[in-house]
């Protein structure tokens, strides 16, 4: 067989492949394992099929389907399945931005208590090499991190404040000084990071990723089982380029955008109410549409957010009802409408 009679052989084994793979429904988001980024890393050599499955604790069910239904391909000979999760973990989420300073962290830590007062068991894990904040942001100072020895090798143990499990790159670094990780050292702490955690049981893991589209975040997207991915940008013109780019990264890798969440939308008026857009305005709204990924919310410019995230009060715990408060809830509600963990828990 010539070269070229091969490659398309292998071309449209690998749309056969997918065909098939598209038949195997995940029941409660009601769409196919492909569709959700769950299959990954899909590679046909000679008569055998090679994947990675990215998938939650809930969700083990999913190599046997996904075997049974390549077993009807007429000419593989075996079907070999890498299993990607993260122990105890059925829901895995990433928080990212385009570029610093556009409150994506706080609105990780944000989300993150609202999903905790609505009696979901949430983990944090702060990847953002750059900037760590997420343990001041919820009232943790410097703190010992534990290693316990399990039959799977050490791990590192979260801290737990306010009712979240935490794990942070600051926790691993002497305070003051700048994290300075850099090639195949980030890249081997980021793969720690995702792997040697005893995270225990978790409803949701909320991954704060770097800002950006840089090696530190590519190599987290693609070694973890983020099943969604929340875009955090403020309305002007240069944050919303940046974020194009970011959803660029993840529709490459597969991973699916749940929705866009516009920071610092307006300003409120304290005498009068009236919202002023200080920003501009429009800018979420349009990238929603452009993108085709929805407008999960717009959150205010607020001081409470800022002196909340230094002191380690969330907005959506100390004032749940505020306007900001609110669309963190809201957010909160509905992830948990869509992905429906309560009634396992
Ligand atoms: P990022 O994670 O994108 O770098 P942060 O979440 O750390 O951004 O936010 C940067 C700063 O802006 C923090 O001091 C935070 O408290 C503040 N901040 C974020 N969003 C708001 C807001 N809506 N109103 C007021 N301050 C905010």
Redesign the pocket.
């Known amino acids: 067989m010539t070269d070229e009679h091969l490659n398309s052989l292998t071309a449209s084994r690998q749309q056969e492949v997918i065909r098939y793979l598209k038949t195997v429904i995940e029941p409660i988001l009601k769409n196919n394992v492909v569709s959700l980024g769950m299959v990954r890393n899909l590679c046909i050599v000679d008569d055998y099929v090679y994947l990675r499955l990215y998938i939650g604790a809930h969700q083990q069910d999913f190599f046997k389907e996904i075997q049974y239904v390549l077993s009807n391909l007429s000419w593989c000979k075996k079907t070999y399945i890498q299993i990607c999760t993260i122990p105890g973990v059925k829901v895995t989420l990433a928080i990212s931005?385009g570029k610093?300073?556009?409150?994506?962290?706080?609105?990780a830590v944000n989300i993150a208590a609202a999903l905790k007062l609505q009696g979901a068991k949430v983990g944090l894990l702060d990847a953002?090499v750059y900037?760590p904040?997420i343990p001041q942001m919820l009232g943790l100072g410097q703190a010992d991190i534990q290693v316990i020895h399990t039959p799977t090798g050490e791990k590192f143990l979260p801290l737990e404040i306010q009712g979240i499990k935490l794990m942070s790159v600051g926790l691993l670094a002497e305070p003051n000084r700048p994290l300075a990780w850099r090639g195949p050292v980030l890249h081997k702490i980021i793969t720690q990071f995702l792997q040697d955690v005893e995270w225990g049981e978790l409803d949701y893991l909320l991954i704060?990723l770097p800002?950006g589209t840089g090696d530190a975040q590519i190599t987290i997207v693609q070694e973890s089982p983020i099943c969604g991915v929340i875009l955090?940008t403020t309305p002007q013109q240069v944050a919303i380029s940046d974020v194009r780019r970011n959803i660029h990264m993840f529709r490459q890798v597969g991973v699916p955008v749940l929705g866009i969440v516009e920071?610092?939308s307006y300003l409120i008026c304290s005498d009068c109410g009236l919202r002023t857009p200080i920003f501009g305005s429009g800018g979420g709204e349009q990238l929603a549409a452009e993108l085709q990924a929805p407008l999960l919310g717009q959150?205010?410019?607020?001081?409470r957010?800022?002196s909340g995230?230094?002191t380690g009060h969330p907005i959506a715990v100390t004032n749940s009802t505020s306007a900001?408060g609110e669309v963190f809830v809201q957010i909160a509600t509905a992830l948990l409408g869509t992905f429906c963990l309560m009634q396992s828990i």
């Not at 610093?100 to 609105?107: F, L």
């Not at 959150?299 to 001081?303: A, H, K, N, R, T």
């Open positions: 931005s610093g300073g556009v409150g994506k962290s706080t609105t953002d900037g904040n704060d800002p955090v920071n610092m959150i205010p410019i607020d001081p957010i800022c995230g230094d900001a």
